[in-house]
């Protein structure tokens, strides 16, 4: 069955360093991976696309890679801050079909 | 821009009440979607329209779950009768269009959080 695993305990990092989350897959062949943030309380926000002919995408402090023969993608948040404080939602395919997240805390 | 609408923000009811939930998407999206979000899950879709027709139902619980979008807008999505197993938060996302070529960002309001006792 088709199964979107990410990293099952929650992330507590310090300030300033980089946060770097797993998200694997089974048995999906996408055409492309996403990364959405989501807030307590609030609808997930969509943060990066990445095809499945791109190795790494970057969007200002956050870096994306993607591996279709390992089936992984990683999320990496650099010098991270307070305020990237959340969970992060790995996406597949379309329609989508979401991971169960990861909570990221970071300490000032 | 506003974004997506919904309401009501919170809901509690009685297992084999009924209950329903309305979405107002962010103005000329064609493409409107309903996701079931159980705490500590991730998101599940239960049905996406684009325009007033159902594209995917497939994860619908067809016997007691139902939703219309009529006139291609708003939408409401209803629970008739309601299941403990149910509780969750019910999430309205919309984009412009389903991707073809270009991928077309979804855009989630903030959910209805349904309690049932």
């Known amino acids: 069955s088709q199964k979107i695993e990410q990293n099952s305990e929650a992330l507590n990092i310090q300030e300033g360093k980089t946060a770097t989350l797993t998200c694997n897959y089974t048995?999906?062949?996408?055409?492309?991976l996403q990364w959405y943030r989501q807030d307590p309380g609030r609808g997930p926000v969509f943060l990066l696309l990445i095809r499945e002919n791109e190795k790494e995408k970057r969007k200002e402090r956050l870096k994306v890679t993607f591996d279709t023969t390992l089936k992984q993608s990683l999320f990496h948040i650099t010098a991270s801050q307070p305020a990237d404080s959340a969970t992060y939602l790995c996406a597949l395919d379309y329609p989508l079909s979401f991971g169960a997240g990861t909570t990221v805390t970071v300490r000032a | 821009e506003a974004g997506v609408a919904q309401s009501p923000r919170y809901k509690i009811i009685e297992k084999r009440q009924s209950v329903a939930f309305w979405c107002n998407p962010i103005?000329?999206?064609?493409?409107l979607y309903w996701y079931q979000q159980i705490l500590g899950q991730g998101p599940k879709l239960l049905i996406q329209f684009q325009n007033n027709g159902v594209v995917d139902d497939s994860q619908l619980p067809k016997d007691r779950f139902s939703a219309e979008r009529l006139k291609g807008v708003d939408s409401t999505l209803k629970i008739q009768p309601a299941k403990l197993e149910d509780s969750a938060v019910y999430l309205c996302a919309s984009s412009l269009e389903p991707p073809g070529g270009d991928y077309n960002e979804q855009f989630f309001g903030p959910g209805t959080r349904l309690t049932v006792l």
């Open positions: 103005s000329g999206h064609a493409t």
């Open positions: 048995n999906y062949s996408p055409a492309y």
